[in-house]
């Protein structure tokens, strides 16, 4: 592992780190951010997940998280969007392949052998956050868009591994919308039902653990109607009486202007789980 | 003048507009962030002036000021960092020609048709800005770098035009240093006499008017010990009672990173002067 940038940022750092990934069998970068109170002690770690296109850059320059983190005295973890390097399988398209990864664990090749996202950001970043930096033992997770489908159901497939999930226009139902129809259906095969483990509005329906969904949404997201669809997952949680709480944000759109209006809400209400 | 981008950004809205230039002659963006406040009346102005290589974007994307421009209901107006356009003379390198136009108004061939800089953000833009936004009276202004160095002069050239004046990690001394003999040696020519009129280390020895000026330098910064020199102004500035602050920041360097950390500070200084 190796430190490829450092900065200091609201007293504490913010960092980039490569490695080498066994469960991706490649070289990958992420951010993470030290808080203050990581100089003085062990921090909660917030996982988040970038969308579309993103690498771990993005949330990090432009999201202005390090303020709260620094704040509240979290450590917040910013793993890339998918595996990368010449040998890694890839699509035309922004939506599939690099920087498309969805956070699953590709089952069809060319994509099997490389993408594997939920074992790497589930198990293998953080058994590596928890043995190089100074992290109490628990975590949270929150993304964006792609990131905040793997936000959500990463917390959905693995009752108790997260004090709390949140998430910014995510895409909540995969199997029914185009850029997920798409990508599960390369990753994954044509067979739909095997789809739905990686649904978040199919997963609520039998989630044991009742972890509350927070999610922030602009109604002027130009992917509201077609790819995101929010009130999907609304609905399957009413079903079933599994809390979440949708906020509509009027104007906002789906950038990272929209992110950093909200970072701040959504941090406070990390720190509150991770801390309690 | 055109809207080209309009983001919801806390309460207020983010905006990119272009417009033609006559001072420059030729076609500029400069971005604009309204505060919720702006919808209910006049609120005063706070000039950014970027870096070498930047365009309008960096600072809106990347200082996180709209969170706290929304809190205090100042405007913050970005303007680009050089003319632009295919006809628009330009260098090698990027310290000199499009992208690093210093704020000073060239007086040389091939530079003077376009380079006019200083009158364009002291004059033009804001006749723009004051004609077309709901904007009070009152003026302040910063930046980075060359564009703290374009903050700290066009404040001392033009007494009573800026309530207040600030700068992150400012080239002091371009007569006396490599990026400034560079830059005022190609617009203004090899009279080194004449540069002295866009130094504020020279400038502040006949400044007039004593308003003070707050500066943070990280004492990380690549750059300090070669191009910026903060001690330059801070000893010319003793020698004549000019108010300074000159906050060292332990362990920053010349990023967005150490811009966003103090960010906040800045804008409460300059709000407190622009509504006092």
Chains 1, 2 share one sequence.
């Not at 909660?44 to 983190?69: D, H, M």
């Not at 890839?90 to 664990?105: H, Q, T």
């Not at 792609?146 to 909540?172: C, K, Q, T």
Request: proline content about 6%.
């Amino acid at each position: 592992m190796e430190r490829v940038e450092s900065y200091a940022s609201f007293g504490g750092t913010q960092e980039v780190w490569k490695h080498r990934s066994e469960v991706l069998d490649c070289e990958m970068k992420f951010a993470v951010y030290l808080p203050p109170a990581a100089a003085e002690g062990p921090c909660p770690v917030l996982y988040w997940l970038s969308g579309l296109t993103c690498t771990e850059q993005n949330f990090i320059t432009k999201a202005g998280a390090q303020r709260y983190a620094a704040e509240e005295g979290v450590i917040i973890v910013a793993p890339d969007t998918s595996p990368r390097g010449e040998d890694v399988a890839d699509a035309e398209g922004y939506d599939l392949g690099k920087g498309a990864g969805f956070y699953v664990n590709a089952t069809r090749e060319p994509w099997a052998a490389h993408y594997q996202m939920h074992d790497y950001v589930v198990d293998e970043l953080p058994a590596l956050i928890e043995a190089n930096f100074p992290v109490s033992e628990k975590r949270a997770i929150f993304g964006h868009s792609m990131g905040g489908h793997g936000a959500l159901v990463l917390a959905l497939r693995n009752p108790g591994r997260y004090a709390s999930v949140s998430a910014f226009s995510p895409i909540v139902a995969p199997t029914q919308v185009p850029w997920g129809e798409k990508a599960l259906g390369a990753y994954l095969g044509d067979d739909r039902e095997a789809w739905k483990a990686w649904d978040a509005t199919e997963l609520v329906a039998t989630a044991t653990e009742r972890l509350p969904l927070l999610i922030d949404q602009g109604d002027s997201d130009q992917f509201l109607a077609e790819q995101l669809q929010p009130e999907r997952l609304v609905g399957a949680c009413e079903e079933v009486g599994h809390p979440i709480e949708l906020r509509m944000q009027p104007g906002y759109d789906h950038s990272y202007y929209f992110i950093a209006s909200f970072i701040g809400d959504h941090i406070r209400h990390h720190a509150r789980a991770l801390k309690g």
